[in-house]
C-alpha cells in the first residue's frame, strides 16, 4: 500500500516556476515508478510525465518537454515536478501516482496508487 500526498501548487503567472512535490508512505517507494497527471476542468486526466523507479528514465508529453523536469529522490520517499516557463494551458489539477507494473507509463490505467491532488494556476 501507497500513500501519496501532493503539495506546492498554487497561483502564478504566465512565466512563473513552481515546483510540486508528492511524498509517498511506505517503505517500497523505491520499486514504483512514479508519474505526474493533470486534469484541466472539463477535460479528461492527461499524463505530464513519469521516471522510473531507479529515476534513471523519465517520459515527457510534448506540450511540456523542456519546460517540465520530473525527479525523484528514494531516500526521501518523494518524486518532484520542477515546473518552469509556465503557461496559462498548464492549468489544471495536477495528480502524482505509482505504478508497479511494467506496462505503459504514459497510460493511467496502469498505475495503482493516486495522490488527492494539488491546484495549480497560471495566469495570463
Known amino acids: 500500500q501507497v500513500q501519496l500526498v501532493e503539495s506546492g501548487g498554487g497561483l502564478v503567472q504566465a512565466g512563473d516556476s513552481l515546483r510540486l512535490s508528492c511524498a509517498a508512505s511506505?517503505?517500497?517507494?523505491?520499486?514504483?515508478?512514479m508519474g505526474w497527471f493533470r486534469q484541466a476542468p472539463g477535460k479528461e486526466r492527461e499524463f505530464v510525465t513519469a521516471t522510473s523507479a531507479s529515476g534513471l528514465s523519465t517520459y515527457y508529453t510534448d506540450s511540456v518537454k523542456g519546460r517540465f523536469t520530473i525527479s525523484r529522490d528514494n531516500a526521501k520517499n518523494t518524486v518532484y515536478l520542477q515546473m518552469n516557463s509556465l503557461k496559462p494551458e498548464d492549468t489544471a489539477v495536477y495528480y502524482c501516482?505509482?505504478?508497479?507494473?511494467?506496462?505503459?507509463?504514459?497510460?493511467?490505467?496502469?498505475?495503482?496508487?493516486w495522490g488527492q491532488g494539488t491546484q495549480v494556476t497560471v495566469s495570463s
Open positions: 511506505g517503505r517500497t517507494f523505491g520499486n514504483y515508478g
Open positions: 501516482a505509482a505504478k508497479s507494473s511494467r506496462g505503459s507509463y504514459f497510460s493511467r490505467d496502469e498505475y495503482n496508487y
